[in-house]
């Protein structure tokens, strides 16, 4: 995750010291950069609703051969003593566990942060209460647009309204919640109108998705922005989120899955605040180390395969039920997996010679392989101008950024 409200507007939130090492926010997860990878748990397979750009591949009915409570307890156990920071609830849709807040307040009682990425739409008041009262720490729910926008995406009337009222369920509960949101050429315009709205609801912290190419989202690969049109979008985010911090609303806002947006944050900073701003914005994205996939971000899904990423569920490299998880992901032995690690010395194309590899390490490895059929291609959905890749910019030691050659 990029924190366009961190770099630009110098807000402090409880992943900084995760992401910066800059540990002097509120209610830090950690003093220190993440050493263990953020997993992300798709408990089930199963989902109350059918979205279209769904990575998991999620269907109406759970599927067979789901990871049991008693085993969902062992692999947290797991988890925990390798040191995991951060268990993130997913699914298909998590709720329809009937043992989520159980397992959620099991990761909570071994010191792991839990977290849960929902649409919301069975979020009652009382669930939220229990969720809370279990250790939750965060609700992230799913809007995609405006009510027929969102929902004609997620396949269900009255999504749009029944997810805003688990939105509410939550922040009454005292919880903290925000809002995920996958930008494609179908949600795209709906972006501010949502933003204002949820803002008025109470929420203040907005993760704004690209569109990987994985489960359902493959399938909609023509749905995607176009580079420049992605440009626009992320230009307009950065804008958006100053103008409310003018204001004095101090909403926390996100972008993931593309990291050519570090690399623009840096040349809007400077752009628009200056060569001293690009410089600290360059710094910590070059410490926060650029697309995650395969070190510090794992996915395991229902069934308890281990795969690099929450998006590449095509490719697992082990399973929880044959390995713990810790082993699975220490084990270099995979190509795959070592290569992703120094990824650096294989990147082709314009990705290998490109001045913001220290903050963006080719962008995401599964466009790429969906496009080319190679995962160290460039990211398809880079939209760096060719002068842009060419700038002069800080050594890896972060001495700064200069200002662009003449």
Known sequence: ???????????????????????????????????????????????????????????????????????????????????????????????????????????????????????????????????????????????????????????????????????????????????????????VDDMPGVIDLLHDVGVDRFCFYHLDYGGRGAAVQDADLTPAARRRVVRRLCDLTREYHADGAEIETLLVGNYADAAFLVEYAREELGATAARRVYEYLRRNGGDPAGERVADIDYRGDVHLTQFWQGYALSNVRDRPFGRIWTDTANPLLSRLRTREDHLSGKCADCCYRDVCRGGSPLRALAVHGDPFAPDPQCYLTDAERQRDVPPADGNGVSEPAD
């Open 1 to 187: 995750m990029i924190s366009v409200s961190k770099l630009l507007c110098g807000l402090a939130a409880a992943g900084d010291g995760l992401r910066y090492d800059d540990p002097s926010g509120p209610d830090q997860i950690t003093e220190q950069r993440q050493r263990k990878p953020v997993v992300v748990w798709n408990t089930t397979k199963g989902c109350n609703l059918y979205c279209e750009h769904c990575y998991a591949g999620a269907e109406t009915e759970p599927a067979t051969g789901e990871l049991s409570t008693a085993e969902g307890k062992r692999l947290i156990n797991e988890l925990a003593a390798f040191g995991v920071p951060v268990v993130l609830f997913s699914g298909g849709e998590p709720l329809v566990r009937d043992d989520v807040t159980e397992l959620v307040g099991h990761a909570a009682d071994r010191g792991i942060r839990p977290v849960l990425s929902t649409n919301g739409t069975l979020l009652t008041r009382e669930r939220a209460r229990d969720l809370r009262d279990a250790g939750l720490a965060y609700a992230g729910v799913s809007v995609d647009g405006l009510p027929e926008t969102n929902d004609a995406f997620r396949g269900e009337e009255g999504a749009f309204d029944a997810a805003v009222d688990g939105i509410e369920a939550c922040l009454d509960a005292g919880l903290k919640t925000g809002l995920r949101y996958t930008v494609t050429e179908r949600t």
